[in-house]
């Protein structure tokens, strides 16, 4: 079974990414990265630092890495082709289903999808491009779930890779629950292999969507990953790894993680020290409370780390 890794804004960034693929690679078989945009005509200064072959050059070359970009129309996505293309990138993923209202209303991510004639004259950019594999992630509609209907042509005349699909709609964000039926009908109607993505919090989360959906192509999993860094390893072993490997590996990916943000920022202590407690509103979060509080209320690195030695010996 395939996994990919989810781009999640805020916590999938390359010291993440490097630091989960070193401990936890082999069950990984895409990363990809937070959504990429333009800021005045030209890839922003975070997000191509972010895609340089500095921080990933390994995952690039083992094609591992997959940006993920965020253009709203065809002149703002060949250019990020180009400029990743020069990087060195053979494959990318379009987005259009990031839910954020602020991205939204500008026509990006699933903004884009109440618009097909948008969407058909955005995804002409697999044409003027053949070197490069092209994947798209998509929501269900923007207000209603069966606004994916009207792009289902297009997207079976588009050279895809795959398609990723969010069963939610943009207004739900990730709210309620994710509409399997709906997914479905998408997975009959979609030529193109299906990723499904949404809510694989468990081992047995991944094996009923499989087992339910057997053509689906593989898995996208992001909070699942970010609370449960194994989970992966967990669901393609099927039997599960043992309490203790899990354990030394989870503390092995936070030193990794840890030396990779005093290596990488330059704020200071205090800018790692908060990076690192963002980490925590997802990771693990079967510690018990009043550990985690420990965690997030550390004034210094050294109290941090005191304090997240002691959660991890609750495990």
Known sequence: MQIHFAPIQGYTDSVFRNAHNKIFGASISKYYTPFIRLEKGSLRKHDKKEADTERNGEMIEKGLLVPQILPSNTEEADILVNELALIGYKEMDINLGCPFPMIAKHHKGCGLLPYPDEIANLLNVTERHKGIRFSIKMRLGLEYKYEWKELVETINNT??????????????????????????????????????????????????IMSRYPHTSALMIGRGLLANPCLALEISTRSGIKHEEKKHKIEEFHEILLDGYQKTYDGGEAQILLKMKTLWEYLLPGIEKREKKRITKSKNLQEYIASVQAALMTL
């Open 159 to 208: 050279p895809l890779e795959h398609v990723t699909i969010h069963p939610r709609t943009g207004r739900q964000q990730y709210r309620g629950e994710t509409d399997l039926e709906t997914y479905g009908e998408m997975l009959a109607a979609i030529k193109h292999p299906v990723v499904y993505n949404g809510d694989i919090v468990t081992p047995d989360d991944a094996h009923l």
